[in-house]
């Protein structure tokens, strides 16, 4: 009993600053987003109740002056759009109207982080990463959608439509570049169901793997043991933080990397950041890295991984190929 105590008063603190917010006049409330919470994703959904009589419309606002307004159907009080964000700080607005004008406002700050926006990489202290999936959560979803897992499991779906998730996550999936379990709506391939829904109330009902490096290699073993077997790795990688670069759903870069690849290594590598990079290698000064046609990849401008294996090489410093002397040679024939 005391050490649940215990629990209880250090969760309190952090969960207190979440939660739904609502409007105490007219009863709108927002299920989610809920207040200074973080999205790694490019959309959110919002999810308004209503229960005053009052409200005849509804106007669902975010940045980049999105809106959209939504009529109350009669019998209907929850209302659901996903909307999408821009890096850093988001305000999320629903507004109540009826026939006498404004009839209750509601709002949520939330922050979208960025790894290749050193602005945005960092989300200030006041904000905390929030599960949608709990028992309070699903509850209210329930009369209208399916929440459960699909029996079908490890199989792609014919019509990704028929996955139960499809209806609130298409987004996740829908950019130039689809990793394939994604597309295919294997998600507990990596979001495995936690089933404590009934006992715990706090955490997601889906894992949602920070170090995520364990649950990519079961898949891409072969890729693992080729990077083993090399002299130098690459310290992210070898700490198995894959989506430090990788987007795990789908993204507009090809690997479905979280930025383009230049922008992507910078983030960290910020004294790269001139476009230049001193070379001691056979007397070259300052090479450029970026701005100028890759001769061994036409269609491609120079960048890191044009010289860098971004993963593993028997080079040091991760040059690419098998030899020192052969990475210049690639594009400056004699
Ligand atoms: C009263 C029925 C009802 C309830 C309750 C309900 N929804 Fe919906 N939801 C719908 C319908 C119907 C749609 C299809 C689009 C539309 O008509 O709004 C939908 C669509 C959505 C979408 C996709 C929106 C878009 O822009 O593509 C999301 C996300 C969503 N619901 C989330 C939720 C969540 C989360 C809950 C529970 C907190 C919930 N809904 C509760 C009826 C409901
Ligand atoms: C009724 C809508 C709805 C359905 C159905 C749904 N989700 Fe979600 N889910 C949400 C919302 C809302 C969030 C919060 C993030 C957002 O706004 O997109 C979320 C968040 C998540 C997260 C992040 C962790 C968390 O709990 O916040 C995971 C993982 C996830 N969903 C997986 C799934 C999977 C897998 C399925 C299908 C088995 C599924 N969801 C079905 C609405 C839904
Ligand atoms: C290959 C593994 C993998 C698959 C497959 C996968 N996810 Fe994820 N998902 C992750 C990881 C890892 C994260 C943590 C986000 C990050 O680090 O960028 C995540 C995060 C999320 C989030 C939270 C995003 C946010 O804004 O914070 C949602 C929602 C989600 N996944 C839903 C889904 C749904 C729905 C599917 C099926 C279409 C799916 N995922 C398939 C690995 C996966
Ligand atoms: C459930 C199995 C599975 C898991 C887990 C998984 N992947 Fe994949 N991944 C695949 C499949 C299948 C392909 C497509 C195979 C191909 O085209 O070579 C793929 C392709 C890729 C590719 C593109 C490879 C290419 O040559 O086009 C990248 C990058 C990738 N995955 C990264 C990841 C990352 C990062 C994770 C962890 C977040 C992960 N994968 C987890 C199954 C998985
Ligand atoms: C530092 C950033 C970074 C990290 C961390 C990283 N990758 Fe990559 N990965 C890349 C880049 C960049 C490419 C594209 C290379 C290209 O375009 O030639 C790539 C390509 C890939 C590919 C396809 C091509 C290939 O080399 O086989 C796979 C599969 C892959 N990554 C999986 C992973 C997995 C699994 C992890 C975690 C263990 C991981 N990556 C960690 C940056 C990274
Ligand atoms: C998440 C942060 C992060 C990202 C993104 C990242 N790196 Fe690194 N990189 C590191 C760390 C940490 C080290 C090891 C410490 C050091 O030497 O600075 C490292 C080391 C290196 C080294 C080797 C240094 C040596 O002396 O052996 C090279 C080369 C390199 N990175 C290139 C790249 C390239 C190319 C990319 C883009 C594909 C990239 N990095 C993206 C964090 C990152
Ligand atoms: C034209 C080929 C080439 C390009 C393009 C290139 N590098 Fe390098 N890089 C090298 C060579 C060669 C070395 C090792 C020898 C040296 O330091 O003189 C090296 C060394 C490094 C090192 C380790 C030593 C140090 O300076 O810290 C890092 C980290 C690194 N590069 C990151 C990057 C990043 C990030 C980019 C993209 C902005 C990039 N490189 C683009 C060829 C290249
Ligand atoms: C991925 C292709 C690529 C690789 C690998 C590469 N370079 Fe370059 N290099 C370029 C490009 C592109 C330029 C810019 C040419 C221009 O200004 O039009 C350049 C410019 C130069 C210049 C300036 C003089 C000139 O030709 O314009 C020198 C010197 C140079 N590189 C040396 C090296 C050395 C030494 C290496 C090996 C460490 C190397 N390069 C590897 C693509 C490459």
Redesign the pocket.
Same mark, same amino acid.
């Given at each position: 009993m005391k050490r649940l105590f215990i629990l209880a008063g250090l969760l309190f603190p952090l969960y207190a600053l979440f939660g739904a917010v609502k409007d105490e006049r007219t009863g709108m409330e927002l299920i989610s987003p809920p207040n200074y919470s973080?999205?790694?994703?490019e959309t959110?959904s919002v999810v308004v109740t209503l229960s005053s009589p009052h409200v005849d419309k509804i106007m669902i606002s975010a940045e980049s002056n999105q809106s959209s307004e939504i009529f109350r159907q009669k019998g209907r009080d929850t209302y659901c759009k996903t909307m999408r964000l821009i890096p850093g700080e988001n305000t999320i607005t629903v507004k109540g109207i009826g026939k006498d004008g404004s009839a209750g406002i509601l709002s949520a700050i939330i922050y979208h982080d960025s790894v290749s926006e050193k602005m945005y990489k960092y989300p200030p202290e006041k904000y905390g990463?929030s599960s949608?999936h709990i028992l309070a959560n699903e509850k209210k979803c329930i009369p209208c959608h399916k929440m459960g897992v699909n029996g079908q499991q490890g199989i792609a779906f014919e019509n990704p439509s028929d996955?139960n !998730?499809f209806v $609130? /996550?298409e987004k996740?999936?829908t950019r130039g570049q689809g990793?394939a379990?994604?597309?295919n709506? *294997? !998600?507990t391939? $990596? /979001?495995q169901t936690q089933n404590k829904l009934e006992s715990d109330s706090q955490g997601s009902k889906?894992i *949602?793997?920070?170090h995520?490096g364990k649950?990519?290699l079961t898949c891409h073993q072969k890729e693992k043991e080729t990077w083993e077997e090399k002299r130098f790795h690459h310290m992210p990688v070898d700490a198995q933080q894959c989506?430090r670069c990788h987007?795990?759903?789908s993204s507009e870069n090809r690997y479905y990397l979280?930025a383009k690849a230049w922008e992507l290594c910078t983030s960290c590598h910020i004294d790269k950041r001139d476009g230049n990079h001193f070379i001691n290698t056979f007397g070259s000064r300052n090479h450029p890295t970026r701005g100028k046609p890759d001769p061994s990849r036409p269609g491609h401008e120079i960048e890191c991984i044009s010289c860098h294996n971004p993963h593993a090489s028997n080079i040091r410093s991760l040059i690419e190929g098998e030899s020192p002397m052969g990475i210049c040679v690639k594009c400056h024939k004699k």
């Open positions: 973080i999205y790694h994703e959110l990463k949608f996955s !998730c $609130c /996550h996740l999936t990793h379990p994604a597309i709506w *294997l !998600c391939a $990596c /979001h889906f *949602l793997p920070g995520i649950v990519c989506t987007n795990p759903h979280k």
